[in-house]
Nanobody
Framework: QVQLVESGGGLVQPGGSMRLSCEASGDVLTIYHLGWYRQAPGNERELVATINIDDNINYSESVKGRFTISRGMSKNTISLQMNNLKPEDTAVYFC?????????WGQGTQVTVSS
């Protein structure tokens, strides 16, 4: 099993920045990619950004140029730097780990972009 713990989140004004972090523990050697997804009220959960074991990165079109996913000092930690935030970025953000046995999710952290 893989456990994921997110940190960061909260309230930020439009145009502001915020950083989310996620630490994976447990069977981390089975992870082949880590990423962030988000879910706004009434919407499906959607991909934000992923990074795989070769450090190949994928972003959704809606966040390209504004969000940056990166690894920490430990390959089991990732961060999401979010700049120029917009009200439509408001959602619960979930850390995700894809392993050879399935998908694992963090508990989610609320990001609210509002003046």
């Amino acid at each position: 099993q893989v456990q994921l713990v997110e940190s960061g989140g909260g309230l930020v004004q439009p145009g502001g920045s915020m950083r989310l972090s996620c630490e994976a523990s447990g069977d981390v050697l089975t992870i082949y990619h880590l990423g962030w997804y988000r879910q706004a009220p009434g919407n499906e959960r959607e991909l934000v950004a992923t990074i795989n074991i070769d450090d190949n990165i994928n972003y959704s079109e809606s966040v390209k140029g504004r969000f940056t996913i990166s690894r920490g000092m430990s390959k089991n930690t990732i961060s999401l730097q979010m700049n120029n935030l917009k009200p439509e970025d408001t959602a619960v953000y979930f850390c995700n780990a894809a392993t050879y046995s399935g998908l694992h999710w963090g508990q989610g952290t609320q990001v609210t972009v509002s003046s």
